[in-house]
């Protein structure tokens, strides 16, 4: 016997012993047991929860507080399910779906899942490269000017996909052998990313412990879901809009963002491809049904908890500093303290966009104005205030969240006097945290997608094919930053985590379907009232799930380039063709499927 089987017998043998003597011996064990369920909670926390928490609270305030912790505890549920599942029947998930419960389900749960690797590791490079360019290096990318005969962005940009890829490349290189350097650089990792994580932690303790404090009743009230926040903009916008021009016009703007927002946050809380690596990474640790409880109770307290704890932190830290305040230097040349103040160029270029799509809106839609000069004439001071409040921002302003950590501290001082143009320390911290965040993602969903192709081409997941996998999303999602040009490299994570999400309802369909396969699971399908739980909660999951990519899909199709209202944009071609494919070989399939006899015990 091999020292990975002693070790997994030792463990199954903790296990059985604990439960003889009771509840609290139990959950000791499994506590001690952990694994998994941190490492999910180690890809979870990336940057587009942060992106998510962060931009939730620049719109929506406190309200949306409850968003995250739910769509975490459905994931929970789901991923619960599939780690049951592959527990009870050792089968590989992939192939078991293809089995026992529908060939096109499987490839679209798998074809999804490489899908969304690819697109979400785009914004990773450009949060990274944010991260480099506004927090971490500004003295250097300034003196940055052209190389080999490309523009000045794109020369930064592309030192910084090298900065991002080349270590990223590196470790999936040689992560299959294992050794004392990959350990190393992954609890590297895990600092950097608990840098920014704690720091959040300490944002709200200082606010809550300095000057009027926190509005604790408001933020609590913010746990309790509110159906306003599906059409209707938070009161801090009211007064403005009042003033504005044309109230209507800023609150559609509002609620589409709010709303691409929401679908960022719940969509990052547990991605599919998420989905995909869990059960695999239990396999791989020898766990099968004996440890079913243990992987509950750890993607319930090592995936839920921390998550909870982190992005309510990132919320209530960036809604107290930033929902319903116009961006510095927009509105005045000086700030409250009345301090000199200058936006940077990014938040101009993106403040001005929002006054020109105000001013493009009102001569395309009012028949007395036949200009754009005239269009001006119209405009208020209420238009320039909301323009102010909703311009995206990006690393360098996201990261001032931390300043009431160090503010008036002597290390503040002391980073003030060494650093460049006095930038506060809070900025590297966030730099550092994002950085780290990005690489870590970047890495594990490079990871995923080579064990994904591998798959499905039916390979072994090491060796050539499994790398080709990896450096397939590193490459695809170096090319973030060049494709995302003018707006908040921040932003990027939300218009690819609401694709993301119109691709998880096939996952937890896909589930639920596996948890009621009596050829799969045999004597392991749940009867009686844990069927009846079981069913009941991961029906409301899928439910929830499919409603949410639903309402995403409709709203793209309601407007802009999906619309169907138009005769252009090839996404709206695709996005439909695809479904329908996919639709039309799940009926097909299922009529046309071998069945497979009934499992009469694992």
Same mark, same amino acid.
């Given at each position: 016997?091999?020292?990975?089987?002693?070790?997994?017998?030792?463990?199954?043998?903790?296990?059985?012993?604990?439960?003889?003597?009771?509840?609290?011996?139990?959950?000791?064990?499994?506590?001690?047991?952990?694994?998994?369920?941190?490492?999910?909670?180690?890809?979870?926390?990336?940057?587009? *929860?942060?992106?998510?928490?962060?931009?939730?609270?620049?719109?929506?305030?406190?309200?949306?507080?409850?968003?995250?912790?739910?769509?975490?505890?459905?994931?929970?549920? #789901?991923?619960?399910?599939?780690?049951?599942?592959?527990?009870?029947?050792?089968?590989?998930?992939?192939?078991?779906?293809?089995?026992?419960?529908?060939?096109?389900?499987?490839?679209? %749960?798998?074809?999804?899942?490489?899908?969304?690797? @690819?697109? %979400?590791?785009?914004?990773?490079?450009?949060?990274?490269?944010?991260?480099?360019?506004?927090?971490?290096?500004?003295?250097?990318?300034?003196?940055?000017?052209?190389?080999?005969?490309?523009?000045?962005?794109?020369?930064? =940009?592309? /030192?910084?996909?090298?900065?991002?890829? /080349?270590?990223?490349?590196?470790?999936? %290189?040689?992560?299959?052998?294992?050794?004392?350097?990959?350990?190393?650089?992954?609890?590297?990792?895990?600092?950097?990313?608990?840098?920014?994580?704690?720091?959040?932690?300490?944002?709200?303790?200082?606010?809550?412990?300095?000057?009027?404090?926190?509005?604790?009743?408001?933020?609590?009230?913010?746990?309790?879901? =509110?159906?306003?926040?599906?059409?209707?903009?938070?009161?801090?916008?009211?007064?403005?809009?009042?003033?504005?021009?044309?109230?209507?016009?800023?609150?559609?703007?509002?609620?589409?963002?709010?709303?691409?927002?929401?679908?960022?946050?719940?969509?990052?809380?547990?991605?599919?491809? #998420?989905?995909?690596?869990?059960?695999?990474?239990?396999?791989?640790?020898?766990?099968?049904?004996?440890?079913?409880?243990?992987?509950?109770?750890? @993607?319930?307290?090592?995936?839920?908890?921390?998550?909870?704890?982190?992005?309510?932190?990132?919320?209530?830290?960036?809604?107290?500093?930033?929902?319903?305040?116009?961006?510095?230097? @927009?509105?005045?040349?000086?700030? *409250?303290?009345?301090?000199?103040?200058?936006?940077?160029?990014?938040?101009?270029?993106?403040?001005?966009?929002?006054?020109?799509?105000?001013? =493009?809106?009102?001569?395309?839609?009012?028949?007395?104005?036949?200009?754009?000069?005239?269009?001006?004439?119209? #405009?208020?001071?209420? =238009?320039?205030?909301?323009?102010?409040?909703?311009?995206?921002?990006?690393?360098?302003?996201?990261?001032?969240?931390?300043?009431?950590?160090?503010?008036?501290?002597?290390?503040?001082?002391?980073?003030?006097?060494?650093?460049?143009?006095?930038?506060?320390?809070?900025?590297?911290?966030?730099?550092?945290?994002?950085?780290?965040?990005?690489?870590?993602?970047?890495?594990?969903?490079?990871?995923?997608?080579?064990?994904?192709?591998?798959?499905?081409?039916?390979?072994?997941?090491?060796?050539?094919?499994?790398?080709?996998?990896?450096?397939?999303?590193?490459?695809?999602?170096?090319?973030?930053?060049?494709?995302?040009?003018?707006?908040?490299?921040?932003?990027?994570?939300?218009?690819?985590?609401?694709?993301?999400?119109?691709?998880?309802?096939?996952?937890?369909?896909?589930?639920?379907?596996?948890?009621?396969?009596?050829?799969?699971?045999?004597?392991?399908?749940?009867?009686?009232?844990?069927?009846?739980?079981?069913? @009941?909660?991961?029906?409301?999951?899928?439910?929830?799930?499919?409603?949410?990519?639903?309402?995403?899909?409709? *709203?793209?199709?309601?407007?802009?380039?999906? $619309?169907? $209202?138009?005769?252009?944009?090839?996404?709206?071609?695709?996005?439909?063709?695809?479904?329908?494919?996919? /639709?039309?070989?799940?009926?097909?399939?299922?009529?046309?499927?071998?069945?497979?006899?009934?499992?009469?015990?694992?």
């Amino acid at each position: 016997m091999s020292d990975d089987q002693v070790k997994i017998e030792e463990q199954r043998q903790m296990i059985l012993d604990a439960r003889q003597k009771g509840t609290g011996a139990k959950l000791w064990a499994y506590t001690k047991l952990s694994g998994p369920g941190w490492l999910q909670s180690a890809i979870t926390l990336g940057g587009g *929860s942060l992106s998510g928490s962060l931009y939730l609270g620049i719109l929506a305030g406190f309200s949306l507080m409850w968003l995250q912790p739910l769509a975490m505890i459905m994931g929970v549920i #789901m991923l619960s399910a599939i780690g049951y599942v592959a527990l009870s029947t050792k089968e590989r998930p992939f192939d078991a779906v293809r089995r026992h419960v529908n060939p096109a389900l499987g490839w679209g %749960w798998a074809i999804a899942t490489m899908m969304a690797n @690819l697109v %979400w590791c785009m914004p990773q490079f450009a949060l990274g490269s944010a991260a480099l360019q506004q927090n971490l290096a500004v003295g250097y990318f300034q003196g940055v000017e052209s190389i080999g005969g490309l523009s000045a962005e794109n020369s930064r =940009d592309l /030192i910084t996909v090298f900065m991002l890829l /080349i270590p990223a490349s590196i470790v999936v %290189w040689f992560y299959n052998s294992g050794g004392w350097g990959i350990r190393l650089f992954e609890i590297i990792l895990k600092i950097m990313v608990g840098v920014v994580v704690i720091s959040f932690f300490g944002v709200v303790l200082k606010m809550a412990t300095s000057g009027a404090g926190l509005e604790w009743g408001q933020i609590f009230a913010g746990f309790i879901p =509110d159906a306003s926040v599906f059409y209707k903009p938070s009161s801090a916008f009211s007064d403005a809009l009042s003033r504005s021009s044309d109230a209507d016009y800023w609150t559609n703007l509002i609620m589409k963002d709010q709303r691409d927002v929401m679908i960022t946050a719940a969509a990052t809380a547990v991605g599919i491809n #998420m989905t995909f690596l869990l059960p695999y990474s239990m396999l791989q640790r020898g766990w099968d049904k004996d440890f079913r409880g243990l992987a509950m109770f750890d @993607l319930s307290t090592g995936l839920f908890v921390p998550f909870l704890l982190a992005t309510s932190c990132v919320v209530i830290a960036s809604a107290s500093q930033f929902h319903g305040h116009p961006a510095p230097g @927009l509105l005045s040349d000086v700030d *409250s303290n009345g301090n000199s103040v200058t936006a940077p160029a990014g938040i101009q270029s993106g403040f001005e966009k929002l006054i020109a799509g105000r001013l =493009d809106h009102e001569v395309k839609t009012n028949d007395q104005i036949g200009s754009v000069e005239e269009a001006e004439a119209v #405009m208020t001071e209420g =238009d320039r205030e909301i323009a102010a409040m909703l311009v995206r921002r990006d690393a360098f302003d996201l990261s001032k969240a931390l300043e009431p950590l160090f503010a008036g501290t002597a290390v503040q001082e002391e980073v003030e006097e060494v650093t460049p143009r006095g930038k506060p320390i809070g900025n590297y911290l966030f730099g550092i945290g994002v950085l780290g965040m990005a690489v870590s993602t970047i890495i594990i969903l490079m990871l995923i997608n080579g064990f994904v192709f591998c798959e499905m081409l039916g390979l072994p997941s090491h060796g050539m094919a499994h790398r080709a996998g990896c450096l397939m999303a590193g490459l695809t999602g170096a090319l973030g930053p060049f494709l995302w040009r003018g707006d908040a490299k921040f932003w990027l994570a939300v218009p690819t985590s609401v694709f993301g999400f119109m691709l998880l309802p096939i996952a937890y369909i896909t589930f639920f379907c596996l948890m009621n396969s009596s050829s799969l699971l045999g004597e392991n399908r749940p009867r009686g009232l844990r069927k009846l739980g079981w069913n @009941l909660a991961m029906g409301v999951a899928a439910g929830l799930a499919t409603f949410g990519s639903g309402w995403t899909l409709w *709203s793209k199709l309601k407007s802009g380039p999906w $619309s169907l $209202s138009t005769n252009s944009g090839i996404e709206k071609v695709i996005l439909l063709g695809l479904l329908s494919v996919l /639709i039309v070989s799940i009926i097909v399939t299922h009529f046309t499927r071998k069945p497979v006899e009934d499992n009469p015990g694992n």
